[in-house]
């Protein structure tokens, strides 16, 4: 009994630990808040949707602290060939920086959701399509704890959401979700994705 009690407090704690910059309990969504993310004027008219995954709430309070950086990534997503640009990673900003991917999808297997800190992911389809799965990070059992170097952690969760990830729409990971990406739909196929790493505070 002990050992379990040690145990089942020390996986606490690494929860705990790498939830520490993730935020408290979150207030509701509000209703004006709901009005500014469905009048999409923060997209500055680029084609992309959002993604049905996206927590609303964070991501407004978010905007709405830093809309330089959101700005810089939606501007970048409309003022350039996505198709064309060389692939790795560009820094656009001291907050911003973006990774142009190319890879092929791989099977599901080892379900290890990762979640970051201090980088929020926006994650952009341009070619191809792929399995995204996400869950919150209150729901998942740390498998390798966080790693502030890497700004990366692993957890498990008992279910995972998943949803097809298409071109010309778009996902994003704040440190409450926890996600898995990169996976096959149907068969492997060559994707292209460009993901913008936004600085939490």
Known sequence: MR??????????????????NAGG?????TKAEKAWFDKKEWLQGIAAQPNPSIDIATFARHYKAHPERWQ??????????????PLGKQVLSDDVSVNVQEYTTREPGNEWLEGHRKYIDL????????????AKLSEGTVVNPYNEGKDVGHCTVPVITYYVATPQRFSIYFPNDIHITNLQYGEKALVRKVVFKIKVD
């Open 25 to 29: 309990k979150e207030k509701p969504l």
């Open 72 to 85: 810089l990534a939606f501007k970048f997503i409309k003022e350039h060939d996505l198709t064309t640009l």
């Open 3 to 20: 050992f379990t009690r040690l145990t089942l407090f020390a996986a606490f704690a690494l929860i705990v630990s790498f939830a520490a």
């Open 123 to 134: 994650q952009y389809m341009v070619t191809g399509k792929e399995l995204h799965g996400s």
